[in-house]
């Protein structure tokens, strides 16, 4: 069995003072029975990593450009993100893909480039309410996870989040049958490309609208080895049930 993972995606949110929420957290889970990560917006990186040093507590990146360096204004190389002492990056979230038109052939570009500074790629797939809808999902589950992922996909380096895009910061979460069809088909991809010790272990984490009151319903579904949280993961009063839930459920 996997050790499960709670992570947070502070997205474009926080300033330095919001450290504090970081410290508070760090105290609060001294010793947890399940990984935490949080992943602050860039400029806090380092002070997030120095902070929690020593602590049961991992910070990660939410982007990194495919490219171990050079003429890219305003990127970020994943060389940087591991050099402030980070052990992790988001990939491929909807918003990026969105916001800035990613495409899975880039989100695997950067998947590479992260396992070759020896981060963790976490890995976002997900389909918007009109696939749902048009009865695509596994079929957009599929294309996102075998185009986004890279061959370097190993179990200790790779994480996949299953983000429906409806469900980010919406309120409105997939039914506990909708998440399980979604990642045991994940497994079994991954299963047929990578075999199966490498797909037993990928930690596939289901994000949308997680919060302290659906969290345990979610952790109880077959092949859900955690979560990657947004709103809820801001503050420590709402993140900590959400650990307490998924070290519950381990
Ligand atoms: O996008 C998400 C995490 O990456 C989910 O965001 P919310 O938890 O705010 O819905």
């Known amino acids: 069995m996997v050790r499960k993972l709670a992570a947070g995606n502070w997205k474009m949110n926080g300033t330095r003072a919001a450290l504090a929420e970081l410290q508070t957290l760090a105290q609060a889970h001294d010793s947890p029975s399940v990984d935490i990560l949080i992943c602050p917006p860039a400029p806090l990186l380092f002070s997030a990593a120095e902070m929690v040093k020593g602590q049961a507590i991992d910070i990660g990146a939410q982007d990194c450009h495919p490219a171990a360096s050079g003429a890219h204004t305003g990127d970020i190389a994943a060389p940087m993100i591991a050099d402030c002492g980070a052990t992790a990056v988001i990939l491929g979230h909807s918003e990026r893909r969105e916001d800035h038109n ?19 790629a976490i890995i976002c797939i997900g389909e918007t309410l009109a696939q749902r809808d048009a009865g695509q999902t596994l079929g957009v589950i599929a294309a996102q996870l075998e185009g986004s992922t890279p061959d370097s996909a190993k179990a ?11 469900a980010i910061g919406t309120g409105k979460v997939p039914s506990l049958e909708q998440i399980g069809e979604v990642h045991d088909f994940m497994r079994q991809s991954l299963s047929k490309r990578f075999g199966t010790d490498t797909a037993k272990g990928v930690r596939l984490l289901y994000g949308g609208s997680v919060k302290p009151a659906n969290a345990a319903q979610i ?11 947004g709103g809820a ?3 420590e009063g709402d993140f900590t049930p959400i650990i307490k839930a998924l070290s519950d459920n381990s």
Request: proline share 2%; hydrophobic share 50%.
């Open 156 to 166: 200790d380096n790779t994480v996949i989040a299953y983000e429906p895009v409806w």
């Open 219 to 229: 952790f109880a579904v077959d092949n859900v080895d955690g979560a990657l949280v």
């Open 102 to 120: 990613e495409t899975d052939d880039l989100v695997r570009a950067k998947a590479t480039a992260a396992h070759a500074a020896g981060l963790t």
């Open 233 to 235: 993961s801001l503050s």
